[in-house]
């Protein structure tokens, strides 16, 4: 299937081998990395928060402070959960991935340019 794409564009950039390079490979390990271990922290605290509503309702009804209960603090708790994930993967993505992203497409241009 390459073969025919590189015919009909004339050469070009191989694609695949790019892809299967280990520069490559490193950055999306580099990513998995982080992403996964946010990715299950955030679903066992999002189903905890769903098992204790739905079985802990005297513990999720707890006052607080005034009308504040556990429950709704907990519920808060996934936005700023939410927000502070994605701030860190920012921070990460800026810091870590994007410098080597950066350097494999500046070497794939320099690479269509000279196809």
Not at 51 to 80: E, K, P
């Amino acid at each position: 299937m390459t073969e025919r794409i590189d015919e009909e564009s004339g050469g070009g950039i191989d694609y695949i081998e790019v892809e299967e390079s280990e520069r490559f490979q490193g950055l999306k390990r580099m990513q998995r990395s982080f992403v996964f271990p946010l990715a299950i922290f955030f679903l066992l605290w999002y189903f905890a928060y769903v098992l204790l509503a739905a079985f802990a309702t005297d513990f999720m009804s707890q006052r607080v402070w005034g009308d504040i209960t556990v429950g709704l603090l907990f519920g808060l708790g996934q936005f700023v959960t939410t927000f502070a994930i994605t701030m860190a993967y920012v921070s990460f993505a800026n810091r870590k991935l994007d410098p080597v992203a950066a350097e494999i497409r500046e070497d794939l241009e320099k690479a269509e340019v000279r196809a």
